[in-house]
């Protein structure tokens, strides 16, 4: 385990920022030896099936195309062989639930985190294992909680859009709450001029303030990374307030919506939407289904690519149509149980079990 603090050079600017705004630093992560191709390997043949994906991608930024591999019964050595020499994505997720190493790792990090920010308690820890091909991109989008992408391994180019429109609609973001619409935003490649541009190396640490749009391309070797999600009363309050401008928005035409989770409008948006929480426990609601990204191809150890296409099913690419057809089915799942504006708390479990299914974030 790592016998230094984790965070390098932390100073007061840095506690500001985060959360608030992007901030760049360094860690120490590497240092716990934990990933090394070796513990890699025995990670990836321990971790439960089910908490894990393996995708590929196309390779145009403009053009979303995601798909799942079935992993076709490979090991943990073949996987990482095959994400080495293919173009492949691998979400090891829900890390703090089953590797107690991996655990103390994020939680000391977040320990550290909340002992150097005065006032920050961060809630609902996640974490997921990102191990991606050289050649890997995760398109433009946006996410819900709060997240940090810790850099272990491999280099890549990370771009961070300005959190206001027209890089993001405020209507866009009331959708994304309330489970209406994916993560993947509209993108035009202008967008790119007003991005900050991060290049990553092990030990790098990038995170942004909370729904801020980001877009990755790796850039050289294999990649690994931890993403880690957690919230604060803040972030609930936002998610709330998201929620509320949203009914207010569908259900009473209202329009020029502030969306800032501060001050009395917004403690009366929280407790709005708590209310309408509550009211809907008394309804009727249906069983929570898992979103899931066609799957197209397997692993396979003998390909080029380290994938092929699956029997009697055409290798052609998944448009976004496709994609947002699949998330307004769980859309559909999930709104039937709740109300719009259910409480965050349940709400963001809701869109991390959507998130992780769909393993598209870092
Ligand atoms: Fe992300």
Redesign the pocket.
């Known amino acids: 385990m790592v016998n230094q603090d984790i965070l390098c050079g932390w100073n007061e600017e840095h506690s500001k920022a985060l959360g608030n705004d992007n901030l760049f630093v360094q860690h120490r992560m590497m240092e716990s030896g934990l990933f090394s191709d070796e513990n890699l390997i025995r990670i990836l043949d321990r971790h439960p099936v089910a908490d894990m994906t393996v995708s590929t991608m196309g390779r145009d930024k403009m053009n979303y195309e995601w798909f799942e591999c079935n992993r076709n019964g490979a090991t943990g050595e073949q996987l990482l062989d095959v994400v080495k020499r293919g173009h492949l994505w691998i979400n090891v997720m829900r890390l703090m639930d089953h590797h107690s190493d991996l655990r103390k790792l994020i939680n000391d990090a977040y320990d550290e985190l909340e002992s150097r920010c005065p006032g920050l308690e961060a809630t609902h820890r996640t974490a997921n294992l990102l191990i991606s091909s050289p050649s890997a991109i ?1 398109y433009y ?3 819900t909680p709060l ?1 940090i ?1 810790w850099h272990l391994r491999g280099e890549k180019k990370c771009w961070v859009y300005p959190l206001r429109s027209p890089f993001v609609s405020q209507s866009d973001l009331e959708d994304l709450h309330a489970g209406q619409r994916p ?1 993947d935003m509209h993108y035009l490649a202008e967008f790119d001029d007003e991005a900050e541009v991060y290049e990553m190396v092990g030990g790098d640490m990038v995170t942004w303030a909370q729904n801020t749009p ?1 877009r990755v391309e790796n850039t050289s070797g294999l990649n690994i990374s931890i ?1 880690t999600e957690h919230l604060t009363t803040h972030a609930r309050r936002q998610i709330n307030v998201h929620l509320a401008n949203r009914m207010l928005r569908k259900k009473l035409g209202c329009k020029n919506l502030s969306s800032s989770p501060d001050g009395f409008l917004a403690n009366a948006k929280v407790a709005g939407s708590r209310a309408a929480r509550l009211i809907s426990r008394f309804l009727p609601t249906k069983a929570e289904e898992k979103f899931k990204y066609p799957v197209r191809y397997q692993v396979n150890v003998e390909a080029e690519g380290g994938i092929s296409s699956l029997e009697g099913v055409e290798a052609s690419s998944a448009t976004l149509e496709s994609v947002e057809r699949a998330t307004q089915e769980l859309a559909g799942v999930l709104a039937s149980g709740t109300s719009d504006a259910s409480d965050a708390s349940d709400t963001s479990e809701k869109t991390l079990s959507q998130r992780d299914a769909a393993s598209t ?2």
């Open positions: 995760v989008h946006v996410d997240n992408l993560e980001h993403s974030s870092v």
